[in-house]
Each structure stands twice: as C-alpha cells, then as structure tokens.
C-alpha cells in the first residue's frame, strides 16, 4: 500500500478512553464512539444475514464488495465469522475501495484496539501494503482480499465481479456526499443478482431513494448505538439480469 504524503487522520478519545482514528477529509469519526466491534455486527453481519446464509451456502465461494475499506474493521469481522461458519472448501472474496488509505503504522495502530482480533489482523498486517488493487490469499486461502484504491464509483465501474452482499460504508452521506450518488447507487445494481443483499448504517432520505431509484428494495430498522435508523434490504424484481449477473 502506497503511503500518502500527508496523513488524513487524527486520534481522538471519547467516553471509553480509547483513541479512535478520526477523518481530518470527512470530519467524521471511522466507526462508531459507542462499539465498533458491535457496530460492525449489527450493522453489517447480521444485516446481511450472513451467519444463516453461509451455515447453508451452496456455492464454492461467496462474495462482500464494500464501500470504504477504513481501518479493515469490516473485512476482519467478516472474515473471523466466514472462518467460524462457512464451509472449509469454499472461499469468502472480500472486495473494497477506498480513496484515502491509511498508512500501515496507522492501520496498526488502529487495529490494536480490537485485541479480540488480534489473531487474524496480525497476519493481514503483514500483508496490508502489498494490497493496493491487488488480491491477495489469507488464512490458509479460505479469504480472498482485493483493495481498489481510488472513487468508489469510479473503482466498482472497472470491475465485474458480482456481490452476494453489500457493506455499504464510508463517512456519513451528510460529510461525504461525493461518494453517495445515484452513480454508485446504479454500479451497485449493475453488480448484484437476484439474491445480493445489502446493509448500511444510514437512514439518509437520498441513499433511501437512491437505493431504490438502482433497483433494491430497502427497509430501515433500529440503527446502533445512537444512530435512530440504518437501512438494509435486498435487489428487487426491477433490476435487469446481465451477462454479468446471469
């Protein structure tokens, strides 16, 4: 991973006492003040429902493209629980973008405040700055990791794998308003089949409808921590099979 020449974080502590990595581009912290950990849960692991579909998966692999790799804190969750449920002989690829990508000591430094995955963070340390838009091999080749550095409209444009789910992430539509556009929204759909699911912790009215302007049918639920709202759900009927998609 090609370090930047300017650093676009700084650590600020809330109520817990633990520094968390703070966006000086979006003014926005990285992942909830309250639980990252059980954010990540809430939001994007039981939100897609993973945990039942990869207990009864019945392809050889399944596929997470993300918006806003971050501090890898998504990719980790869902690779301990792909290792945890998932079948030995089939391979979890876990596709992400992200314009602005910490340094390694910065990712280090942020992923020591999750010793509970310290196990599998350790190993992808190691391999984190041979990853820029590359794919790359962990944990005995059962997870397959690529990371598109760059717009994440303009990264998923380039690509044609299809998702199984979406961790729809990135800094608040409110703070990064470039990235949440009818453009992304319409990559997404282009990149989904009749089973892709997504989850996102906003309720913003213009990802709602932008969402389903692309196709999806959305659906808000109780959000995490204080966020009141997020919205997840799944591609409709609407959206039109492609070569890509079957």
């Known amino acids: ?27 926005d912290v990285y992942y ?20 039942q579909r990869w207990q009864h998966l019945t392809t050889p692999s399944f596929t997470i493209i993300e918006t806003g790799f971050g501090t890898g804190l998504n990719f980790l969750c ?7 449920n998932a079948s030995d002989k089939a391979t979890l690829h876990f596709i992400s973008t992200e314009k602005y ?29 041979a990853l ?19 717009d994440a409209t303009e990264s998923l444009s380039k690509i044609t ?10 800094f608040s539509p409110a703070k990064n308003p470039e990235m949440w556009q009818p453009a992304l929204f319409a990559e997404m759909a282009r990149l989904s089949k009749s089973s892709t699911t997504f989850a996102t912790f906003t309720s913003a009215g213009k990802v709602k409808r932008g969402l389903q302007a692309a196709g999806f049918n959305v659906r808000k639920q109780a959000g ?23």
């Open 161 to 170: 794998k299809v998702a199984d789910a979406w961790f729809l992430d990135g």
């Open 78 to 84: 869902a690779a301990e629980l792909w290792l945890n």
């Open 101 to 129: 990508p910490l340094t390694l000591p910065e990712m280090t430094e942020a992923l020591e405040a999750w010793p509970d995955l310290k196990h599998l963070s350790k190993l992808f340390l190691t391999q984190y700055e």
């Open 132 to 150: 820029a838009n590359k794919s790359i091999q962990l944990f005995d080749n059962r997870v397959q990791v690529t990371i598109l550095i760059g």
């Open 224 to 246: 995490f921590g204080k966020k009141r709202e997020m919205l997840l759900g799944e591609v409709s009927d609407s959206i039109m099979s492609t070569p890509d998609n079957g």
């Open 32 to 51: 909830s003040s309250d639980n990252g950990l059980l954010e990540t849960d809430y939001v994007f692991l039981q939100g897609n429902q993973l945990v």
């Open 1 to 27: 991973m090609q370090n930047p020449k300017h650093s676009y974080i700084e650590w600020h502590t809330y109520q817990q006492g633990q520094p968390q990595p703070y966006s000086t581009i979006f003014q």
